[in-house]
């Protein structure tokens, strides 16, 4: 059974930052490609980071210079360091797990999804 649980979300002032964590079991986490998402009230979930098997990484363009997506295939981990925090980052955030994805932007080719992690940003 496949299981991602996620955590280190929380309230944090703008300017802030946090950093959440992904812990996957009952895959083989190396092969995979991870991804995080976010979906705020009323809107779309959205493409927030990925991280290939390889290690490579590919950003959202709200998301450059400020956060960073990170795994620890040891670990079966991977993680999302948030810095310079705005209120318009105020979402659920999700971690996702797919198969190795040449589209890491889509939600759609993802298979499994944590049940997320709320990130409120205060002005």
């Known amino acids: 059974q496949v299981q991602l649980v996620e955590s280190g979300g929380g309230l944090v002032q703008a300017g802030g930052s946090l950093r959440l964590s992904c812990a996957a079991s009952?895959?083989?986490?190396?092969?995979?490609?991870m991804g995080w998402f976010r979906q705020a009230p009323g809107k779309e979930r959205e493409f927030v980071a990925g991280?290939?098997?390889?290690?490579?990484?590919y950003y959202a363009d709200s998301a450059k210079g400020r956060f960073t997506i990170s795994r620890d295939n040891a670990k079966s981990t991977v993680y999302l360091q948030m810095n310079s925090l705005k209120p318009e980052d105020t979402a659920v955030y999700y971690c996702?797990?797919?198969?190795?994805?040449?589209?890491?932007?889509?939600?759609?080719?993802?298979?499994?999804w944590g049940q997320g992690t709320q990130v409120t940003v205060s002005s």
């Open positions: 009952g895959r083989t986490f190396s092969r995979d490609t």
């Open positions: 991280v290939w098997s390889t290690g490579n990484t």
């Open positions: 996702a797990a797919g198969p190795a994805l040449s589209n890491i932007f889509s939600k759609y080719g993802y298979n499994y």
